[in-house]
């Protein structure tokens, strides 16, 4: 008997310190949105490696558990969109052709979707402020725009051409660096930076058979979220 309420003791004791050191972990779930940057040759105005793309945005959510005060696993998803820079392709196209006086085009933007497992990692730096930190790894899908171009041909009349989409999946990387602020023992307010850098093989149907276009799609991502808290900090 006596064993027994020794083992009981024990186990209570153990469960009640795994609750305490449950309550000082920073759990969460969040939601984040904000600007997404192209950077590299994705932004480059070069008509031969370049895809002309600008600024878009981003959003996205991620939650994590913590096995220690400062570092945890979790799960990130997130979907950006980049427009193109229709008038400087469109230039660039004159520019490289002799031939075409001018052209109008319209497209869609890019749009890429990140699901990613990583560590996560935090540190309170004063009070109710911290660092946050993660390095992530999964799949990706990136996906070119549908394009529509009208050239303007010297003393041709040449059809408006049409450029469908491709899409490309490929595991991809992501790494983060931001700001929390804890508002309550509820939920907090963050900021949040990460970047994304990834190879991707786009094919096209052709009048010639198929092409394979490669492109290395690297961006900046700047976003406010909210965190919700699972356990208090």
């Given at each position: 008997?006596?064993?027994?309420?020794?083992?009981?003791?024990?186990?209570?004791?153990?469960?009640?310190?795994?609750v305490v050191n449950a309550q000082t972990k920073p759990h969460f779930i969040g939601f984040n949105a904000g600007i997404s940057i192209?950077?590299?040759?994705?932004?480059?105005?070069?008509?031969?490696?370049?895809?002309?793309?600008?600024?878009?945005?981003?959003?996205?959510?991620?939650?994590?558990?913590?096995?220690?005060?400062?570092?945890?696993?979790?799960?990130?998803?997130?979907?950006?969109?980049?427009?193109?820079?229709?008038?400087?392709?469109?230039?660039?196209?004159?520019?490289?052709?002799?031939?075409?006086?001018?052209?109008?085009?319209?497209?869609?933007?890019?749009?890429?979707?990140?699901?990613?497992?990583?560590?996560?990692?935090?540190?309170?730096?004063?009070?109710?402020?911290?660092?946050?930190?993660?390095?992530?790894?999964?799949?990706?899908?990136?996906?070119?725009?549908?394009?529509?171009?009208?050239?303007?041909?010297?003393?041709?009349?040449?059809?408006?051409?049409?450029?469908?989409?491709?899409?490309?999946?490929?595991?991809?990387?992501?790494?983060?660096?931001?700001?929390?602020?804890?508002?309550?023992?509820c939920y907090a307010l963050v900021w949040e930076n990460t970047f994304f850098s990834n190879p991707f093989s786009f094919t096209f149907?052709?009048?010639?058979?198929?092409?394979?276009?490669?492109?290395?799609?690297?961006?900046?991502?700047?976003?406010?979220?909210?965190?919700?808290?699972?356990?208090?900090?």
């Open positions: 008997m006596k064993n027994r309420f020794t083992l009981l003791f024990w186990v209570m004791i153990s469960c009640i310190h795994l192209p950077v590299g040759a994705y932004q480059s105005q070069n008509i031969e490696t370049g895809s002309f793309t600008t600024p878009g945005f981003s959003f996205g959510g991620d939650g994590a558990w913590f096995f220690t005060k400062a570092f945890g696993v979790g799960i990130h998803l997130a979907w950006h969109q980049h427009p193109v820079d229709v008038g400087a392709l469109g230039e660039a196209r004159v520019l490289a052709n002799p031939f075409l006086s001018d052209t109008y085009i319209r497209s869609d933007p890019y749009v890429i979707k990140t699901a990613m497992v990583g560590v996560f990692y935090q540190k309170t730096i004063y009070k109710q402020f911290s660092i946050t930190a993660n390095v992530l790894g999964g799949l990706s899908e990136a996906r070119t725009p549908y394009q529509v171009h009208e050239p303007e041909y010297f003393m041709v009349n040449v059809p408006y051409e049409i450029i469908t989409e491709s899409i490309d999946r490929a595991p991809s990387w992501m790494i983060g660096l931001g700001l929390r602020y804890n508002i309550t023992p149907k052709t009048s010639n058979g198929y092409r394979t276009d490669n492109k290395q799609i690297a961006f900046l991502n700047s976003s406010l979220g909210i965190r919700f808290n699972l356990t208090k900090n």
